[in-house]
């Protein structure tokens, strides 16, 4: 009889484990389904910046930008910074499993092309139309960490002088 309960414990240690090694899986199976979205979301973002550069009309037909305050030249400028931000949030959300406040943090201790970026004074007013036409809450966290780099490089800037 001793045997046989041994027999069922062991069984049912095996089924708990088989059962939260399952569940596992399906967690991992769920998080790279959703990296699988992004990338494709991603590149669709690439592809409309990519076309923006080459017809700066879209920026302001579906975008709306005011062509009475942005010369064509710059929304060029700001298509292709689009695409670049879009790029760096793509690299650190996986890089830093999307904590961007983990990610602006390091980067004040490490620079990287991304401060680089963020220090040319025209690419903050530029960041403001980008958040303006691009961003909504979705990314919050992402949209503070870049004006929070910003600050830091315009402040590191300033301090220079």
Do not use: C
């Not at 090694?21 to 592809?47: G, H, I, V």
């Not at 909504?136 to 600050?151: K, M, S, V, Y």
Request: proline share 1%; no cysteine; aromatic share 12%.
């Amino acid at each position: 009889m001793e045997s046989i309960n041994i027999i069922t414990v062991v069984g049912m240690a095996i089924s708990i484990f088989s059962a939260v090694f399952s569940w596992l899986q399906a967690q991992t199976a769920k998080k790279s389904l959703r990296q699988s979205y992004l990338l494709k979301l991603f590149s669709s973002f690439d592809a409309a910046s990519q076309h923006s550069i080459l017809n700066p009309e879209l920026l302001y037909s579906v975008h709306g930008l005011d062509r009475n305050l942005i010369s064509e030249k710059e929304a060029v400028n700001i298509a292709y910074l689009s695409m670049l931000i879009d790029a760096f949030q793509h690299f650190y959300g996986e890089d830093y499993n999307n904590n961007y406040i983990e990610m602006a943090e390091h980067m004040k201790k490490k620079s990287t092309f991304l401060n680089k970026i963020l220090s040319i004074p025209e690419n903050k007013e530029r960041w403001q139309v980008l958040k303006g036409i691009y961003y909504g809450t979705f990314d919050e966290q992402f949209i503070h960490a870049i004006d929070h780099l910003i600050a830091y490089e315009e402040k590191k800037r300033i301090n220079r002088v």
